[in-house]
């Protein structure tokens, strides 16, 4: 677990988070700030992810906002301090723009761009700093509270968003009952994968515990 946000911290740039500045909303503003501003909303796979080129391919599942030629889009990250570089295959909600020629698209790290275990914006830093500015480490039971905790909230926000943009979409008359059923199928899997691997953390963490004491 300690390798995985150490990959996500250099991924994702959380050295430039310093220079990045976005401005803090809760997740519902950020919804309605992302439906405004972006120009293709979808849910959709990650499927593949180049960490040298800085590239990346989306399969589409249902699109909110926007229009596309193909299933498959492809983006990219042009190296700005706020650009996002999703890396976590699986499950993705995208706000994406358009570059000039429109033909890859851009994520930024103030968006609400997430993956269902991974809410929006920066990593979540997985340790904390003493009065002397010293790193605090983390036991593998703090790590694992850590973790079950960062995803939790993060399929909360998965699932509310989800929720916020069908919604969205359903004003817009432009839903169908074949994409209605595929989310629902795959929003359940999501929630039993998640309660499940919560469930089999605090399993870990009280056994733990109880040996331990």
Do not use: H
Not at 165 to 194: A, G, H, M
Request: glycine share 6%.
């Amino acid at each position: 677990m300690k390798i995985r946000f150490l990959i996500f911290i250099v991924l994702f740039g959380i050295s430039n988070c310093f220079a990045c500045k976005c401005v803090e909303y809760s997740i519902e503003e950020k919804v309605n700030i992302g439906l405004k501003k972006a120009d293709i909303i979808f849910y959709g796979e990650l499927i593949k992810y180049d960490t040298l080129k800085m590239t990346y391919s989306f399969k589409i599942y249902e699109i909110f906002k926007g229009k596309v030629a193909s299933k498959i889009i492809n983006g990219n990250a042009e190296g700005s301090s706020c650009d996002l570089f999703p890396n976590e295959k699986g499950l993705w909600i995208v706000y994406g723009n358009f570059n000039t020629d429109k033909t890859l698209i851009g994520l930024s790290a103030c968006s609400p761009s997430q993956s269902q275990n991974f809410g929006p914006g920066f990593p979540p830093i997985p340790f904390e700093l003493d009065s002397k500015g010293k790193i605090i480490s983390k036991n593998e039971m703090e790590m694992s509270l850590f973790n079950l905790e960062n995803q939790n909230k993060s399929l909360q926000s998965f699932i509310y968003q989800l929720e916020k943009l069908r919604l969205y979409k359903q004003n817009q008359n432009t839903i169908s009952e074949n994409s209605k059923s595929d989310f629902y199928q795959k929003l359940l899997i999501v929630t039993l994968i998640s309660n499940a691997t919560l469930l089999l953390g605090l399993i870990v963490v009280i056994v733990k515990k109880k040996s331990i004491s």
